[in-house]
């Protein structure tokens, strides 16, 4: 509590807690969203989705190098 | 001694059983919420609307933003290409599908108050994480690079040499930076962003056929014939309306502003604003090129050079404004998308990211926004490049990108161990469902006339 009285007032500190939600807080965000691992369904359109994008990419550069040659 | 003057410190308070540190960035942020809870509390609509002012931005921010350089010429080649017809209502239909995703990173960053990389790294872990900023960060620096295309070409109008008008840009961006708050930043932006709707006076300077012009809006006529040309403009239309930028972005700027999920309402009706605002722009440029239909060929046009053609039909004044407004278009873009960029580097490297920081506490906040302009609008006064090649892809690989963005968007609106109680609605999934499959079904179509032009132009028959 010593800390508080040398950085900040007390109204700065009061003003936080009264307006801001706990999870608001910088330090509530160090705290990490809990692990869901991707299954079924989803998984495969994720992969799905990215072997397209990967493979029209590489359509474009290759359209786009011809247009430009 | 407060913590705002000494910004670097933090300080160590109790809360009831918990310990709780607030930092500077926190003090920052209740100030605003502060000024947020005070008009919630009044009910006349004086206080209505002053809370409305105090919660709209970013969502105002991300559709203008994304009314940029290469958007903007997009829309003007479309014009001058196609005229007035199909594609006004179409780009009102590409800002319907905005709304629909834009909505829904409203939703997650005020329940969750993380940022859009920052859920797809922690909840999907790194593996999908590192893919999806791959794909942010190749999309965000080409982006940075046609911006500052544009506002060279844009200022090029006025004989402004190219080095002189990106110098311009940067400062400009940098500009917005200096107060270290979000909610002025925001404030600059939202102020630089209003000039898009310079459109509108060049679209009613052009004297359009307003007959004509409602028939198109109504009736989706007349149709652009079915070829290569109109699949890309078709790409490139939808990618100057929809990009995985604008999610990340409006995610991120709504935890900085500290929305909460009583915020929500307000942050739909900010990004419906944003998005009529930015449709309404869009289809001046078109409506403003219209007159060129049939007397230029708009293949690879530059903003300067539809300035000029545009001379003798809304004369030098009109000209003047077209320039200005791709200039405009590309400053407002550069500083959300290096924003965008530097926001999302933070949350993945749990460094800290936030406008509210000052610079001694975001060093590399405030580098990687800096540096990635810097070397964007580096690269564009390198002599011989062929930025054309750049210009050309830009809107495409948006388009592109975005189906795998979108899903990790709907997967993580619709969980419910992070959401709560405000998961996405039925409704919004059927649409955003919608637009996924309409994107892709784009980038199929797209992809079939480049790698099979043959059976291309066998549906074409069709």
């Known amino acids: 509590m010593k800390e508080q009285h040398e950085h900040a007032s007390l109204?700065?500190?009061?003003?936080?807690?009264?307006?801001?939600?706990?999870?608001?807080?910088?330090?509530?965000?160090?705290?990490?969203?809990?692990?869901?691992?991707?299954?079924?369904?989803?998984?495969?359109?994720?992969?799905?989705?990215?072997?397209?994008?990967?493979?029209?990419?590489?359509?474009?550069?290759?359209?786009?190098?011809?247009?430009?040659? | 001694m407060s913590a705002e003057a000494q910004p670097g410190k933090k300080l160590l308070v109790m809360a009831a059983d918990d310990e709780v540190v607030v930092t500077h960035e926190d003090i920052d942020r209740a100030h605003d919420r502060a000024k947020v809870q005070s008009a919630r509390s009044g009910h006349s609509l004086r206080s209505r609307a002053w809370l409305l002012w105090l919660l709209i931005g970013p969502g105002i921010?991300?559709?203008?933003?994304?009314?940029?350089?290469?958007s903007m010429l997009s829309y003007a080649a479309t014009g001058a290409k196609f005229g007035i017809?199909?594609?006004?209502?179409?780009?009102?239909?590409?800002?319907?599908?905005?709304?629909?995703?834009?909505?829904?990173?409203?939703r997650l960053g005020a329940a969750t108050h993380r940022g859009h990389a920052e859920l797809i790294f922690e909840r999907f872990g790194p593996f999908w994480g590192w893919f999806s900023m791959i794909d942010l960060g190749i999309g965000n620096f080409l982006t940075l690079i046609t911006e500052f295309i544009a506002i060279r070409a844009g200022l090029g109008f006025f004989g402004i040499p190219p080095?002189?008008?990106?110098?311009?840009?940067?400062?400009?961006?940098?500009?917005?930076?200096?107060?270290?708050?979000?909610?002025?930043?925001?404030?600059?932006?939202?102020?630089?962003?209003?000039?898009?709707?310079?459109?509108?006076?060049?679209?009613?300077?052009?004297?359009?056929?307003?007959?004509?012009?409602?028939?198109a809006l109504l009736n989706w006529k007349p149709l652009p014939p079915f070829g290569k040309d109109t699949v890309l403009i078709i790409l490139s239309d939808i990618g100057a309306t929809v990009t995985p930028w604008m999610l990340f972005f409006q995610q991120s700027a709504t935890v900085d502003k500290g929305l909460t999920t009583k915020d929500i309402r307000y942050g739909r009706f900010d990004t419906l604003l944003g998005a009529a605002l930015a449709a309404a722009a869009a289809v001046g440029a078109i409506v403003a090129t219209a007159p060129l239909f049939g007397r230029i060929s708009a293949e690879n046009f530059q903003a300067a050079q539809?300035?000029?053609?545009?001379?003798?039909?809304?004369?030098?004044?009109?000209?003047?404004?077209?320039?200005?407004?791709?200039?405009?278009?590309?400053?407002?873009?550069?500083?959300?998308i290096s924003t965008s960029s530097a926001y999302a580097f933070g949350e993945v490297t749990q460094r800290p990211h936030s406008l509210n920081l000052p610079v001694n506490q975001g060093k590399s906040f405030y580098a990687v926004l800096g540096l990635c302009a810097a070397a964007a609008a580096g690269i564009v006064l390198i002599p011989g490049l062929p930025l054309v090649f750049v210009v050309l892809i830009v809107n495409v690989v948006a388009v592109l990108a975005m189906p795998p963005a979108l899903l990790f968007l709907f997967l993580l609106v619709n969980d419910k161990?992070?959401?709560?109680?405000?998961?996405?609605?039925?409704?919004?999934?059927?649409?955003?469902?919608?637009?996924?499959?309409?994107?892709?079904?784009?980038?199929?179509?797209?992809?079939?006339?480049?790698?099979?032009?043959?059976?291309?132009?066998?549906?074409?028959r069709l």
């Open chain 2, 61 to 70: 921010l991300v559709m203008l933003g994304e009314n940029d350089g290469p």
């Open chain 1, 11 to 69: 109204a700065e500190t009061s003003l936080v807690l009264s307006t801001l939600e706990h999870d608001q807080l910088v330090a509530a965000k160090k705290e990490p969203v809990p692990r869901r691992k991707l299954r079924g369904g989803a998984l495969v359109l994720a992969w799905a989705l990215r072997v397209y994008v990967v493979f029209m990419m590489l359509v474009v550069v290759w359209q786009a190098w011809i247009a430009v040659r």
């Open chain 2, 417 to 460: 161990e992070i959401m709560g109680e405000v998961p996405s609605p039925r409704w919004a999934n059927g649409l955003a469902t919608l637009v996924v499959v309409l994107l892709t079904a784009a980038g199929v179509l797209y992809g079939v006339s480049v790698v099979a032009p043959n059976l291309f132009a066998w549906m074409g």
């Open chain 2, 85 to 106: 017809g199909f594609f006004v209502p179409f780009v009102v239909l590409t800002f319907g599908m905005a709304l629909v995703v834009q909505e829904m990173t409203v």
């Open chain 2, 163 to 215: 080095w002189a008008s990106i110098l311009l840009a940067l400062a400009v961006l940098y500009s917005a930076l200096l107060s270290h708050r979000y909610w002025t930043w925001e404030r600059v932006t939202l102020a630089a962003a209003a000039f898009n709707l310079i459109f509108i006076p060049v679209a009613v300077m052009a004297h359009p056929h307003w007959g004509a012009f409602g028939h």
């Open chain 2, 306 to 336: 539809f300035a000029e053609a545009l001379k003798p039909i809304i004369g030098r004044f009109g000209a003047s404004l077209f320039a200005l407004g791709m200039v405009e278009a590309g400053i407002v873009a550069s500083i959300t």
